[in-house]
């Protein structure tokens, strides 16, 4: 667990990133609030090899994509607060980079300042 951020830093944050990258995360951050709904309701069910689908928490907004993946895969890309799962190309390299590709879905891991805006907004943290 990362250490508890002051008012200052978080300012600092929102600041020092432009419009139109705070908007593309926080998009992200939305379709990830739902994924964790989404595991919510699937870890009821047993951890088993089960396939669900997960939102593409890419950030268009208007993405409807469904990634299917089992808990444990989504689990590995929620190891880390500021790491998404994505449909394949659907990847930001001005904002991201991506650290797993498959055929069915990436693993995006946010940069600098979308980053630390990520974490802000991680349910889990």
Request: aromatic share 6%.
């Amino acid at each position: 667990m990362r250490p508890a951020r002051n008012d200052r830093t978080r300012i600092s944050v929102l600041t020092t990133m432009d419009p139109r990258a705070r908007r593309l995360v926080a998009n992200e951050t939305r379709f990830r609030d739902l994924n964790e709904q989404i595991e919510g309701i699937a870890t009821t069910h047993g951890a088993d090899e089960h396939v669900y689908e997960f939102l593409c928490e890419c950030a268009n907004a208007d993405c409807t994509l469904r990634l299917p993946l089992t808990l444990a895969v989504y689990e590995f890309a929620r190891a880390r607060p500021d790491q998404f799962v994505v449909a394949p190309g659907h990847d930001l390299p001005d904002i991201e980079r991506v650290v797993v590709q498959t055929q069915g879905y990436e693993i995006v891991r946010k940069q600098g300042p979308a980053a630390e805006f990520a974490e802000e907004r991680d349910p889990r943290t």
